[in-house]
């Protein structure tokens, strides 16, 4: 990299800042990210655009929207910090399951309600396995989830990025993410196992595969478009994409004939 993306990025998000057309939820919203940027490593951009083979000004627009900065910097400009997040959030799924069923056979319940949902909160927060599901845990089972259903390409448990940022700053309880319908229907999701099949395909944080998954997964939710300049990245890409899709019985193996 020629040019540095921190201090263009910087640059960027102090002069969005300084319009005097721009509310003060906004202004607010730009300062943040620019000194989020501040903090960030070059080598972490480095990696980015020579693992993926990402043009600068890709990796650039990318980072404009404020979203992405706030989110690499809640996982501290770190694959190696996704990758520990994500396997915390996959154990925190297993448990949870095992947990919901221990809960059930102790209580019986015609349906799933808020008053439920509270009683199973504070079960949960004695279960000795389900400890990591308070603050930081709990951002950890969501963004596992949240990875997998929206790099596959499922919506129907669609969590917005700011409110994945806020859960890995540990800001929810487990009411606060299950405590609605849609909530509710998650929560039975996972405990039935529908949301998707259990696995964890990748073989490190720096891997192509994983790097490309975090990026490209990110890319997706915020609509910027983002293309490797070699046709050898985007076959990987697209690979991943599907591989996971098919883990999840979201694409069947006669459609891609």
Known sequence: MRENPI????????????????????????IEARDAIAFAPVKFFQEVSESLGLSLTDIINFFKNSKVVKFFSAIRW????????????YRA?????????????ETRIGKWTNEEIKKLDEYLSK?????????????????????????????????????IIQAIKGHFTFFDIFGDSDGIRFLIAIFVGTAFKLSFPWPGPL???FMGAVIYTIAKKVKQKLTPVTATLRKITNRIAIDIALQHGLLSEQRLC
């Open 207 to 209: 891997s192509i595969q």
């Open 127 to 163: 279960h000795p396995k389900t400890k990591m599901l308070i603050g930081p845990g709990l951002g950890a089972l969501l963004l596992f989830t949240w990875f997998f259903q929206a790099f596959a390409g499922d919506v129907e448990f669609d969590f917005d990025l700011d409110y």
């Open 7 to 30: 201090t263009i990025l910087y640059a960027y998000y102090d002069g969005l800042s300084k319009r005097k057309t721009a509310s003060v939820l906004q202004r607010s919203e730009y």
């Open 78 to 89: 770190s694959f190696e910090k996704m990758y520990e997040l994500l396997k915390k959030g």
């Open 93 to 105: 799924y297993i448990e949870l399951q095992k947990a919901i069923a221990d809960y059930l056979k």
